[in-house]
Each structure stands twice: as C-alpha cells, then as structure tokens.
C-alpha cells in the first residue's frame, strides 16, 4: 500500500512537473479550482462562441482537439497541494468526474445536432480536451457548444528513428 501511495505521489510530481514545463498551468496561481472559467467572447453576428484555429480546414475529413473550458486535474491539485495532500487528491478526482461530465454533455450535444465525430481520445489530468476526426463544415456548430473553450488542429506526427 505504501508502495503504491509513493508510486501514485511520484507519477503526479512528474505530471505537474511537465505540465508547468509545457505550460500547461495557468499563470494565475489564485485560480479557484471549482469555478467555471468564462468563455472567450469574439465579434461575431452569431454572438459569442470558441476560437477557431485558422489553420483548420473548414472543409472534408479533419482531426481536431475540441479544449474544453474546465481546468484540468493537474492544474487543480497543483493549485489545493499546498493545502493537505489528501484533499488535494480529492479536489484531483472531484475535477476528473466534472471533467468527464462536460465532455460527455459536449458529446451528447454534437450527436443531438447532427455532427459526426469519430472520438479518437479524450484527455482529463493534464490537458481537458476531445481529439476527434470530424467534417470542417462542423467547426462553428462545436465551437458554440457550451463549454467548449477552442478548437485546434491536430496534429499527426510520425517517428523518424531510421537513424541514431
């Protein structure tokens, strides 16, 4: 037990450690772990809706990464560690749950409205967000999901290891 407990505390001191490396952690360390960040708002005749990549192509077969607005676990026990680990881990697990919940109903919404997204994965602890192959013409309707904070490309990358 204690063994695993030192294995679980070092794999999220690695996470949080290459989370803030990447840049992942918002700079703003008052950040209140439970409140729902607000949405970006943009000058649109449609009103307000998430940022769309301009490199994304808004027609045929594209692979996107759907962020949505609440932080990720890390970002949440990073912000309560200074407060007692165990609630910490709680507030973590709390946020997984919410997280999971959001992308679901984001999920729900886009089926309800008639748009066809092949999941390939979803990410909660480092980063909140769907990756998705879906049609380009879609891209506005997801953007105005609620809880939906942008949309990015995504980016398929390939191993070139052919020499040392």
């Known amino acids: 037990m204690r063994t695993r407990l030192s294995a679980l505390l070092a794999f999220l001191a690695i996470t949080i450690a290459l989370s803030i490396q990447g840049g992942l952690i918002a700079q703003e360390r008052t950040v209140n772990p439970l409140r729902q960040p607000q949405r970006p708002q943009l000058d649109s005749e449609d009103g307000p809706f998430a940022p769309i990549d301009r490199n994304l192509s808004r027609q045929?077969?594209?692979?996107?990464?759907?962020?949505?607005?609440?932080?990720?676990?890390?970002?949440?026990?990073?912000?309560?560690?200074?407060?007692?680990?165990t609630q910490a881990i709680a507030l973590a697990q709390q946020q997984i749950q919410r997280i999971d919940q959001a992308q679901q109903y984001v999920l729900r919404e886009m089926q309800r409205q008639g748009i066809r997204a092949e999941v390939l994965y979803r990410t909660q602890r480092v980063y909140n967000g769907i990756a998705?192959?879906?049609?380009?013409?879609?891209?506005?309707?997801?953007?105005?999901?609620?809880?939906?904070?942008?949309?990015?490309?995504?980016i398929t990358k390939h191993r070139d290891n052919s020499t040392s």
């Open 60 to 85: 045929g077969p594209t692979k996107v990464v759907i962020e949505l607005s609440d932080a990720p676990a890390t970002q949440v026990y990073a912000t309560s560690a200074v407060s007692a680990a």
């Open 132 to 154: 998705a192959r879906i049609d380009g013409q879609d891209l506005e309707a997801i953007a105005r999901i609620s809880g939906v904070k942008a949309i990015h490309p995504l």
